[in-house]
């Protein structure tokens, strides 16, 4: 089952993927809303999406393309209080990111990065049995919901940032209940966009090199399957493939189970406060900074995985002014 959010017309709506068309939900305006409501009512999911649709239809195609006056929102948002959506991620998880970012801060010569130990302890305990504690993954935080970026939207490389490259991912979307118990909505395709040249001049700029708008979408799927899930990257420059790459991601190929990221991330009492959003990122298998491609702006990323419905695209801008100072003024 696929979501979609979208903002129209009249406002916001909610939507269920039947194919190319679109069918709205009749009272409940977001995945947020939706989700709430099956915990006041103790139901499922699929049981209050079921109830809650109506027979209003939209042609799907038109508004992925922009030729519609329906637009795409991220998949998923804290609609009232964005500030109260943490956007975070898991990374070193996969293999080829390891490899990349060994290759950023070796000289070839030397011995194993701090990374790649880190992606070798996952290996070694990122997987525990179930009911059992594994080995802490590397995380991060990225921002809050004013980050979030929906399909056909621009991803922007602010004027103090060294780079801005992509990050085709698959990310989990949780919401926590008024006992502080976490619930998983479902999961999303993601673009964890960062700016890997900062990221480059010294591993501990990781934390700010995250701190960059992304995008999720454009749909949730509420039920997905995640053991094996096979993908494409690809970069756009004047319409032409300057790049494109396969890619695959899920628990088959990962270091780390996703019963072990999401208790290290949520095993944290700030991170179980009644009513907040959580998107977590879970790594990522290929990016084009990783075989020296640098992006200009204007460049379109696409990123698509199996069973996720339709690809997610977003503009690179650039900007150009040189930055200013961030100047604090006394109260």
Known sequence: MRLIQLSGPHGRRLGHVEDDRIRLFRSHRSVYALANAALDAGRTLAATVEQDLSADLLEYDAIYDGRSDWRILP????PVEPARCLVS???LTHI???ANRQAMHTAGDEQMTDSMRMY???LEGGRPSPGNVGVAPEWFYKGAGTILRAHNESLEVPAFADDGGEEPEIAGV???DAS???FRVGMAAGNEFSDH???KKNYLYLAASKLRPCSLGPELDTDPRFDRVAGEVSIL???ECLWAKALQTGEAVMCHSVANIEHHHFKYPAHRRPGDVHIHFFGADAFSFGEGVRLADGDVMQIRFDGFGKALRNTVRISTPPGRLAAVQPL
């Open 197 to 199: 040249l900062l990221e």
């Open 120 to 122: 070798q302890s996952g």
């Open 237 to 239: 420059r004047g319409g």
């Open 89 to 91: 991620g898991t990374g």
């Open 180 to 182: 502080g118990q976490p």
């Open 174 to 176: 949780y919401i926590i």
């Open 75 to 78: 998949a998923v948002d804290h």
């Open 96 to 98: 080829r990111s390891a």
